[in-house]
């Protein structure tokens, strides 16, 4: 097992490293002259001075080739700084300690919304397979599924903030200030990203669900005359849960591509909505460091499914 | 007896309701305001910036030295008089004895001497000296008068002592020189907040300045800038109560919030406009019957309808109605008509094809299709280029490729800061004109300025002449809205797209 997580561990190292050579070449491939922008920035009726740009391009290093400012970025970045914003002088790892908490609490909120939604249709969808509860079931997930995610979170805004009233449209309150407000800044844009979430992990298990039904085990119980819930929460619904959880775990990274437009709409102070402020006022070193940071994180988190995937399968670590 | 008796008990429970706590206005609570665009920073010097979440963002912490009474006449704010040498070139200015800023430190002239001392030995002072003027030093007379010496004569700098221009906003001397370039995340001033705590990117929290000089004003406990980007979340936002205030230029959002009987909106037709020049030292802009067909051919309203949702009016000169300055509308600027267009085309009898560079702005690239529509349907052919907002657009404008362009001219406060495009010995004619009859008109605005009713003459006659020769042609004034929940008490027209937020109250 240890083998198995070292050489894992070791596959981990050039995958980040070139994840943060690309994202720091695309940083670097955005359309315009990252001073000229910086310097344009909220100037759209005036003039500014040339050598302001001069002095921007200077203070970012831009002036020199883009492999050299990529190894000094990665020798600074192993030690921990990342640089700072360029306009407001506030450090990347501050800005990004302060905002990774939200984005924590919001993927995390989204998943187990998405799984509580998820599991109760997925059984029924399987318990009732090719039957009309099914089919309004599949209708609904696949609706869900094609939908955008930004459709998805200005309609909740509009419905259950602006027309009725239950939950703040934007905001954020933090936990240690109000816990139940903290919960209802959060219930929107978890579930927006819920509901988007929600029917890929419902299809999975209706799938398994519906070949363990088929098991003798399972005619067994019935055959015990137990009742169909005690079979289906008892007996049928761990054994179908494999596929499902693997897939909560590589969800977890899509879900972060989730958050940067819904943390936007619902103005969460998050490191997607940092990481959308960025790309737009050109910060390139906090672009740099958000999309290094999700990316590890993608990485860490396949690298713990994978594990786990070990754990359960023994075959898999031979 | 009895009636009399009647009407003593009515009035008592009328009395009694009045009074009552419930119904009483009680100044005080927490403003939230949603800004469009994150907080860059306080010290102009720095970060010169005009865009309007930045000024106000800052304006509770700053304060002018006069202001505006309603009968137009200067009103003591941190000065307690203004006057100028006889040739304009030398503004003295007594200050209030007896404020502070928000650290404790005394308010005298050396804040003044210190101010622009660090913006005239900055980077951004070329930016700022176009809104404050041909500024060549500002002396400390005495501890509490200073006087401001001009490099030329300047009468306009008496609009610039009393209105919200920024770049004249100080902050306290000592504490400046102090945090040195943490001043842009450090300011204190002396207006009726202070800087709490600033989280960038995400929201700005000022609370009472304890040395304020009038504590009975600062109505609100505490002001809270929120960052909500997008205007349709931001007017979501105001809808649901997640915040008391947003401010906007989007004519569709101001449009959409006057339908909400929960909401209030105040706009202000602000001054500036949106326009477009042209290059005239080259074919075929160089002929002004192609440039008055230009101009007739466009129907104005229909492109303030499409570019801002009709939010604002046509403009006829450089002020809209509320300066003092409106030419009112008689500028002779041709009306849209298409058969005069078609008719000058005629008779200038070549193809007319021309080059036009716009900014990625809605407004801006709406308006830029639509005038290439108008013109197309009159045979004249437009290449439209889309350039970033900034240094690269205007190096654009300059580089001599672009026959057209689209910018959009600030609120000015007086008519001595407009003109430079169009001035032919003006190192900013970036439209080469070079017509004497605006030279000439143009040099009488700017000199007579000893009678404000024969400045404003020569004023119109210069944007007459200007129209006559037609380098520019004109868009439309535009509004700026505040949009608030109707327990926002005190909200006042902005000015300048300033708004004085922290003069309101909010009921619960």
Known sequence: MLIYIRRKLLHSIPIIFAVTLLSFLSVNLLPGDVAETIAGIGTDNAVMDETVVQDIREDLGLDRPVVVRYLSWLGYAVRGELGKSYQTGQSVSEAIALRLPVTIQLLLMAQILAILLAIPAGIFSAYRAGKLPDRVITTLAFSFLAAPSFIVAISLAFIFAVLLNWFPATGYVQFSEDLIGNIKSFTLPALALALIEWPILCRVLRNDLISTLQEDFISLAKAKGLRPFHILFRHALRPSSFTLITIVGIQLGNLISGAVIVESIFALPGLGSLLVASIHSREILMVQGIVSLMAVAYVVINLVVDILYGALDPRILR | ?508
């Not at chain 2, 830029?368 to 889309?386: C, I, N, P, S, Y």
């Not at chain 2, 970033?388 to 001599?400: D, T």
């Not at chain 2, 800061?417 to 001035?423: D, E, I």
């Open chain 2, 1 to 508: 007896m009895e009636k009399p008796f009647k009407i003593a008990f009515l009035g008592t429970i009328c009395i009694l309701i009045a009074t009552n706590p419930a119904n009483a206005q009680t100044k005080g609570g927490i403003l939230t305001v949603g800004m469009d665009r994150p907080m860059t920073g306080f010290d102009s010097s720095m970060n010169p910036r005009p865009e309007y979440n930045r000024r106000n963002a800052m304006l509770p912490i700053y304060e002018d030295l006069f202001t505006y009474g309603k009968d137009g006449k200067l009103l003591p704010v941190l000065g307690t008089s203004v006057k100028s040498s006889k040739d304009q070139k030398t503004w003295t200015v007594t200050l209030k004895k007896g404020i502070k800023f928000s650290n404790g430190e005394a308010f005298n002239a050396s804040a003044y001497v210190e101010h622009f001392r660090r913006y005239q030995s900055s980077k951004a002072w070329g930016f700022l000296r176009g809104m404050v003027g041909p500024i060549k030093e500002v002396v400390a007379i005495d501890n509490y008068t200073v006087e401001i010496r001009m490099l030329r004569p300047f009468p306009a700098f008496a609009a610039i002592l009393s209105n919200p221009v920024y770049p004249m906003w100080a902050n306290a001397p000592k504490h400046s020189v102090t945090v040195g370039k943490e001043l842009n995340r450090q300011p204190v001033g002396t207006g009726p907040y202070m800087l709490s705590s600033w989280t960038p990117g995400i929201s700005l929290t000022y609370v009472k300045n304890p040395h304020f000089r009038n504590p009975k004003n600062q109505h609100l406990d505490k002001i809270v800038f929120k960052v909500i980007k997008g205007e349709l979340p931001r007017l979501n936002s105001v809808k649901s109560g997640a915040i008391d205030v947003m401010l906007t230029r989007d004519g569709k959002t101001a449009n959409q919030a006057k339908q909400d009987p929960n909401l209030q909106v105040i706009t202000e037709l602000v001054g500036g406009t949106t326009t477009i020049e042209f290059n005239t030292s080259r074919a075929p802009l160089n002929d002004v019957r192609v440039r008055k067909a230009l101009a007739h051919a466009v129907n104005r309203r229909a492109d303030l309808k499409a570019s801002n949702d009709g939010f604002g009016m046509p403009s006829t000169d450089w002020f809209g109605p509320n300066s003092k300055w409106y030419c009112d509308g008689k500028t002779g600027y041709p009306e849209f008509n298409p058969k005069k267009a078609k008719g000058l085309l005629m008779a200038y009898g070549k193809p007319v094809k021309f080059k036009m560079v716009t900014m990625p702005i809605k407004n801006f690239i709406v308006g830029a299709k639509l005038h290439q529509t108008f013109w197309k349907r009159m045979g004249v052919e437009v290449d439209l280029k889309v350039v970033p907002p900034g240094p690269a657009y205007f190096r654009a404008v300059r580089s001599g490729q672009f026959d057209a362009w689209l910018v959009g001219i600030s609120e000015a406060v007086d008519p001595g800061l407009q003109g430079q495009a169009f001035y032919s010995k003006n190192r900013g004619n970036s439209t080469k004109s070079n017509f004497p009859q605006v030279d000439i008109a143009l040099q009488k605005a700017w000199r007579s300025f000893k009678d404000e009713a024969i400045r404003k003459a020569a004023y119109c006659d210069y944007v007459r002449a200007v129209v006559k020769q037609q380098p520019v042609l004109f868009r439309a004034h535009n509004n700026f809205a505040i949009i608030a929940r109707n327990n926002v008490k005190g909200l006042k027209k902005s000015n300048l797209t300033l708004s004085r937020l922290h003069e309101t109250w909010v009921t619960r």
